[in-house]
């Protein structure tokens, strides 16, 4: 397939090139853009529609804004697509979200254009506000724009920011990109002339002057009339919600229209006031029909043909562990009413929107408000509810104090269903669930199970629906199942109790969630090497099977956990439990496999486990090691 045909985009490398173009350009620039957009993605794959949405939005900010001296920080960072293409990294653009590429989010070792990382949402104010305080503090003059949506504005953080910001009374434009119509009207010339007014030198200046008049009159009635003012002008324009905030509220003003675009941005990039908040509308997918017409299934996509749309999904040879987990959920459900379900602005991602279509009335999505959606899942158990809390691996962090404080503390019977487990592939280290094991497994009374395959997670969900009196975890990877013979039910599994097997000899190797299979490839290898291995499946990093451990520690020489998250989580749990058990003292050599002590980026999951050494050839490695041998001279030996 050709390329698209840019000529005007074949001659902007960075801001700079694109600011040295006449205004009546723009559109032909934009137009561009959008088709280089989604061609790069039709290869890549990748986070399509919100792209799509802001490249107008895109070339005005960086035409008007002097960037990098002024801050452009994007939030959740999966819009910056257009922003990367116009930063010097159109060269590197169909390398998105593979091995050495570019990132699929802002990146600031990536540019001097990413003055600030992210991939969760919700940041860009918080940062942007110490980006303003920092210029101040140092005597410069810079501007410090946030680009916030694409349901962003969901999530209190955002809001906690914005209030922070109005009481300091800095200098910060926040651009409020608001694609679903969530919050505004239709937007049309009578509100872009009104913002186009309400931002002008002459409005600007009386109200400046009018606030210095006020300012010597007592405080509540300076406080009044200014209210007054500011309440009587959100009649007209709308965003009283923002202006209670502290910030001066523009718009709805059109994100596609360059007409109302450039001289509003110009505006309030000369405007001396505090926090200004710009609310632009857009269309998600904008341009581009398919993603128009479908913007749930456009927002991340995998490889696709332009003209049609459709996406190269290959034939799954197992169902995906998200659906087994939604799946099994229901079929739960149906036996039991006090089953609910919870997810926080991600229903087909956790496969809750199955759930949702059998139970409506006991679906709930909070969101993106992990911390308001744990402790919403505690009322709900303290009522004898069941709720099974969806939620990623990575985004559950961002409601650790809710887990400790609302729901361990408490002893509430919460199921966190923790999918995105272990690495993720293209998302990269913001996405992957490297954690969730260590920073639940140190909370008193939680039960941890991790899923080998699709079947053991059915059996977890029928478990987790009888845990009723502590919290507790189920966490299962991204991507399809290995193929295992599913059961027509799920049957509880006994609580802290693993599963041998394959018996062997001096080698034990203990895996913990879906590294069995590498550990079983594993045990293959070391066979030939005459050094048949036993392998377990652990099935629970917390409470752990002392009866399994201490018979694996007993019988081997070497005993090998692997696990598919950080140091601290059931690898150490062991290491600690047979030092107190004494088993350490006989000389057992034990080693625990974990990812590395760094973020991996992103590349093929195999790619990434294989550079973690937790395959079927690093525990090999890591067995012969503990035997004082070398894999590269046993395979000499053998040959």
């Not at 752990?544 to 150490?572: P, Y």
Request: charged letters at 25%; proline letters at 4%; one cysteine or more.
């Amino acid at each position: 397939m050709t390329s698209p045909n840019t000529p005007l985009l074949d001659t902007v490398h960075l801001p700079e090139d694109l600011r040295r173009l006449d205004e009546s350009q723009l559109t032909q620039l934009a137009d561009e853009l959008r088709k280089e957009m989604v061609d790069a993605v039709s290869v890549t794959g990748g986070h399509l529609g919100a792209g799509l949405g802001v490249i107008e939005l895109t070339v005005a900010l960086h035409y008007v804004f002097n960037t990098p001296d002024d801050r452009l920080v994007w939030d959740v960072g999966h819009q910056a697509y257009p922003h990367k293409i116009l930063t010097g990294r159109r060269d590197r653009i169909r390398t998105l979200r593979q091995g050495g590429g570019l990132s699929g989010f802002t990146k600031r070792a990536e540019s001097e254009y990413d003055p600030f990382g992210t991939a969760h949402s919700s940041t860009s104010i918080s940062a942007g506000l110490g980006m303003a305080v920092a210029r101040d503090l140092g005597g410069r003059d810079n501007n410090v724009i946030a680009v916030i949506g694409d349901g962003a504005m969901s999530a209190g953080m955002a809001y906690e920011a914005m209030n922070n910001a109005g009481a300091m009374d800095k200098r910060l434009i926040v651009i409020l990109n608001d694609n679903d119509m969530s919050i505004a009207p239709p937007v049309g010339a009578m509100s872009a002339y009104l913002a186009r007014s309400i931002t002008g030198h002459t409005y600007m200046t009386i109200r400046r002057r009018g606030k210095k008049l006020t300012s010597h009159l007592p405080k509540q009635v300076d406080r009044f009339i200014t209210r007054w003012v500011e309440h009587m002008r959100g009649f007209v324009t709308g965003g009283t919600l923002f202006e209670e905030l502290g910030f001066y509220y523009v718009g709805p003003i059109d994100g596609h229209n360059f007409d109302h675009l450039l001289p509003v941005l110009k505006n309030v990039r000369d405007a001396e006031e505090g926090p200004i908040l710009v609310h632009v509308v857009t269309k998600k997918g904008k341009g581009y029909e398919p993603a128009e017409k479908s913007d749930d299934k456009y927002h991340g996509v995998s490889r696709f043909n332009v003209v049609t749309g459709e996406q190269a999904k290959g034939a799954a040879k197992a169902p995906s562990y998200t659906k087994v987990f939604a799946e099994s959920l229901v079929e739960e459900a149906r036996k039991d009413d006090k089953i609910c379900a919870i997810t926080a602005a991600m229903p087909s991602g956790t496969g809750l929107d199955l759930f949702g279509k059998a139970f409506p009335d006991r679906t709930f999505d909070v969101g993106i408000a992990e911390q308001h959606g744990v402790t919403f899942a505690a009322g709900l158990s303290t009522e004898g509810y069941k709720p099974f809390a969806a939620i990623y691996s990575t985004f559950l962090q961002r409601g650790y104090d809710q887990v400790v404080h609302d729901v361990a503390i408490q002893s509430l019977p919460v199921r966190f269903a923790i999918d995105r487990a272990g690495l993720v592939g293209a998302d990269g280290p913001t996405h992957a669930g490297a954690f969730d094991v260590a920073y639940l497994g140190c909370l008193p009374g939680f039960v941890i199970m991790a899923a080998a395959d699709e079947a053991e997670l059915k059996h977890m969900v029928a478990t987790a629906v009888t845990i009723d009196d502590r919290p507790s975890a189920l966490r299962y990877p991204r991507g399809e199942g290995v193929g295992a013979e599913m059961p027509a039910a799920g049957v509880p599994l006994e609580i802290g109790k693993g599963r041998i097997l394959r018996e062997g000899g001096k080698v034990a190797i203990l895996s913990l969630g879906t590294r069995l299979g590498e550990a079983l490839k594993a045990a293959d290898e070391l066979g030939s090497y005459g050094l048949p291995a036993t392998v377990a499946d652990a099935r629970f990093a917390k409470p752990l099977d002392h009866a399994l451990i201490r018979q694996l520690a007993n019988n081997h020489e070497v005993l090998i956990t692997v696990e598919e998250g950080s140091i601290g989580g059931f690898g150490s749990h062991v290491l600690q439990f047979l030092a107190e058990d004494g088993q350490l003292d006989r000389g057992l050599k034990v080693r625990a496999m974990v990812l590395p002590d760094t973020f991996i980026d992103q590349d093929s999951p195999a790619a990434m486990y294989a550079k973690a050494g937790l395959d079927a050839q690093g525990i090999v490695a890591k067995a012969l090691e503990a035997l004082g041998r070398d894999a590269a001279s046993e395979t000499t030996r053998l040959a």
